[in-house]
């Protein structure tokens, strides 16, 4: 099982944020690899950072994967952005529309890990 690409999904509250790392094999297989909560303060993106750095091969590229959430995920894609990652912010309509897709009902659920999953799914088998 080769690894061909790896991304982090997150989903960003106001005092925390939840983040989950995914790889894509070359079976087109979608493995989470980890997933930690964190706090959405300069402390908690340092820890994520790293967090990631422990999971990541840095002989490939990385996305980071954020809903926009009103102005909670901004300080955390600024952070991303000054480290010169790759973010990729989606509106929240696409990420319904792309549940829908699934033949999923829309749900507010404690553990956004499955939705998460499948939407590391759409970017990491995207091109």
């Not at 989470?32 to 422990?54: C, E, H, L, Q, T």
């Not at 980071?64 to 509106?91: R, S």
Request: proline content about 6%; some cysteine; charged content about 25%.
């Amino acid at each position: 099982m080769k690894i061909i690409k790896q991304s982090v999904g997150t989903d960003i509250a106001k005092d925390t944020f939840d983040a989950c790392f995914s790889v894509l094999t070359t079976e087109q297989r979608v493995v989470v690899k980890a997933s930690r909560k964190f706090s959405n303060s300069p402390k908690g993106f340092a820890d994520f950072s790293k967090w990631v750095s422990k999971w990541a091969d840095p002989s490939m590229e990385l996305l980071f994967i954020m809903e926009a959430t009103g102005v909670y995920h901004e300080n955390l894609a600024w952070q991303l952005h000054q480290a010169e990652q790759k973010v990729i912010i989606v509106l929240p309509n696409r990420v319904k529309q792309y549940t829908r897709s699934l033949g999923h009902k829309i749900r507010l659920t404690p553990k956004p890990w499955p939705t998460w999953e499948r939407k590391e799914t759409w970017f990491l088998g995207s091109p």
